[in-house]
């Protein structure tokens, strides 16, 4: 079945370290973007791509990093200068860009700083 | 002020009973978007709409966009659409409200 599937759904991560988050899609979606969730505010946009080779940033970029080499990968970085990462990061697709389609959202990664 | 705002944030109803959830916004848009999070935290889009009304099985979202306002309706409400209800709407790229945490006991 198409759909979206985040990995790993939980992570730990000690201050100081990189971690990737991964997110792949069979949907032949050119759009694709990584949210991030904390409790009781609305998800918020941290980088997208409408195309292969490239990205914008959304409206809370610092401290990630992005790259889109595959129309089927997003993976999302975040680096050691994000100052606070613990958050659970979903990663979404749609046909075309920035809300003019359905979204498809994967099930989400919990990323806890230790 | 948020650019949208749901009510209820918090909303628990006994099976059965009919459901609605509010959405308001407070610029324009080109569509509106109804999601759903389960509680492991997976989404799932529900509606997408940008004049009217659409029904999908038990589940009715309708717009007006002259009042920039939105609902959400259940009917004969079941324990198993306890969920968070996410309205999002599209001026140029997505924002989302803050969501709607729905708790329907048997």
């Known amino acids: 079945d198409g759909g979206i599937t985040q990995s790993p759904k939980y992570l730990f991560r000690k201050e100081g370290q990189n971690v990737t988050l991964s997110c792949e899609q069979n949907l032949n979606h050119d759009a694709m973007y990584w949210y991030r969730q904390d409790p009781g505010q609305g998800l918020r946009l941290i980088y997208y791509?409408?195309?292969?080779?490239?990205?914008q940033k959304g409206d809370i970029a610092e401290g990630y990093s992005v790259s889109r080499e595959k129309k089927e990968s997003f993976p999302l970085t975040v680096t050691s200068a994000q100052k606070n990462p613990t958050a659970f990061y979903l990663c979404a697709s749609s046909i075309v860009g920035l809300g003019g389609g359905e979204l498809f959202f994967g099930e989400g990664s919990r990323l806890t700083v230790l | 002020k948020n650019e949208v705002e749901q009510s209820p944030q918090n909303l628990t109803a006994q099976e059965g009973e009919f459901i609605t959830i509010n959405c308001s916004y407070s610029v324009g848009i080109s569509a509106l978007h109804w999601l759903q999070q389960h509680p492991g935290g997976g989404i799932v889009s529900l509606f997408m709409?940008?004049?009217g009304k659409k029904k999908h099985g038990r589940l009715i979202a309708t717009i007006n966009i002259q009042e920039k306002h939105s609902s959400l309706h259940i009917t004969a409400s079941h324990p198993r659409d306890s969920a968070v209800y996410i309205c999002a709407v599209n001026p140029q790229k997505l924002v989302f409200g803050q969501g709607t945490r729905l708790t329907i006991n048997p």
């Open positions: 709409l940008s004049s």
């Open positions: 791509s409408q195309i292969v080779n490239d990205f």
